[in-house]
């Protein structure tokens, strides 16, 4: 069966500082796999997807991410973090369906905490 | 606001009473999803369609549980003789269906608390 894992609970990082937040993926097959952001009492809100091609992928809000085949990773990256982007971020992997559709795995969540 | 909605966005009952939530996904989103999350996890898959057919079923997904997108546009989600247990953020999320990858949009999600 398709998983990620999220080892971290929580990030800590300072505005202005780069942010990684760490996700690693288990999957048969070719690995599809998406970032998404939830805020409080919101939805999920999609910030990136890796399906092919170039290992770093960009997506909204300035995070992208950096698939590593060798390392089975796809952590979410951020060269300069706001108190804004303080949230809830799930990584997730692709499962087809029949009929074309994808279900998504999830990680249990990280969350991340900008501080001034 | 074009998004997936969803209604009611928070729902309290009681246990053993019947439940229904409906979601409207972004117009021309011929998949649907929903998902459950409770606190401290990520969102589980329930339930998928395409347009009007119910083409995939988690073993989540009890015989209290029953789901329905009658005309493939909107759906709804019916718990019956809730539990305890069923308290959760219910999700649905919609997507257009001609990507090779699909990008789904979630909806604000239902809180459910069954008390």
């Known amino acids: 069966a398709q998983s990620v894992a999220q080892p971290e609970d929580q990030v800590n990082v300072a505005e202005g500082n780069p942010l990684t937040v760490k996700c690693t993926y288990s999957v048969s097959g070719n690995p599809y796999l998406f970032w998404y952001v939830q805020y409080p009492n919101r939805g999920l809100q999609f910030l990136l997807k890796y399906i092919t091609g170039d290992n770093l992928v960009k997506g909204s809000y300035g995070f992208e991410a950096e698939f590593n085949k060798s390392q089975t990773s796809f952590h979410l990256k951020k060269p300069s973090a706001l108190v804004s982007d303080s949230a809830l971020y799930f990584c997730?992997?692709?499962?087809?369906?029949?009929?074309?559709?994808?279900?998504?795995?999830f990680g249990t969540g990280t969350q991340l905490k900008v501080e001034l | 606001d074009t998004g997936v909605s969803q209604d009611p966005r928070h729902k309290i009952t009681k246990r053993g009473q019947n439940v229904t939530f409906r979601c409207d996904p972004i117009s021309e989103h011929n998949r649907l999803y929903w998902y459950r999350q409770t606190l401290g996890q990520g969102p589980e898959f329930l339930t998928y369609?395409?347009?009007?057919?119910?083409?995939?079923k988690s073993r989540l997904l009890s015989d209290r549980f029953s789901a329905e997108r009658p005309k493939g546009s909107f759906s709804t989600l019916e718990i019956q003789r809730t539990e305890q247990g069923d308290s959760a953020m219910y999700l649905c999320?919609?997507?257009?269906?001609?990507?090779?990858?699909?990008?789904?949009?979630f909806g604000p999600g239902t809180r459910l608390t069954v008390l």
């Open positions: 369609f395409q347009n009007e057919a119910q083409l995939e």
């Open positions: 999320a919609s997507s257009l269906g001609r990507e090779r990858v699909d990008t789904q949009y």
């Open positions: 997730a992997v692709r499962d087809l369906l029949t009929g074309g559709g994808n279900k998504l795995t």
